[in-house]
Nanobody, 122 residues
Framework: VQLQASGGGLVQTGGSLRLSCTAS????????IGWFRQAPGKEREGVSCISPRDGSTYYDESVKGRFTISRDNAKNTAVLQMNSLKPEDTAVYYCAARRFSMSKADYDYDYWGQGTLVTVSS
């Protein structure tokens, strides 16, 4: 199983980025996807996740209303659309996958992408 995260970059405050997570060897139809991030000197934290069954979603309070998670099962890809970015969103973003139900906890995920760096300048 491999997860390939992409789409990070440098953006100004208020800008947008679209992160993608493409899976191989793992069918997203049956797996939950989570996005996590780790800022320098901080612990990894959960950002958002999406259920494989009904498409229900979870967002951390810090990103609610600004980030949107979605999935395209035909492309076996999950997307995190990030709008109204703030400097505090600067971090390495990771996508992760697990079978069955979604979880906010990183230790519940079995497969991880390599991370993509998001830098928001003030």
């Amino acid at each position: 199983v491999q997860l390939q995260a992409s789409g990070g970059g440098l953006v100004q405050t208020g800008g947008s980025l679209r992160l993608s997570c493409t899976a191989s060897g793992f069918t997203l139809d049956y797996g939950a996807i989570g996005w996590f991030r780790q800022a320098p000197g901080k612990e990894r934290e959960g950002v958002s996740c999406i259920s494989p069954r009904d498409g229900s979603t979870y967002y951390d309070e810090s990103v609610k209303g600004r980030f949107t998670i979605s999935r395209d099962n035909a492309k076996n890809t999950a997307v995190l659309q990030m709008n109204s970015l703030k400097p505090e969103d600067t971090a390495v973003y990771y996508c992760a996958a697990r079978r069955f139900s979604m979880s906010k906890a990183d230790y519940d995920y079995d497969y991880w992408g390599q991370g993509t760096l998001v830098t928001v300048s003030s």
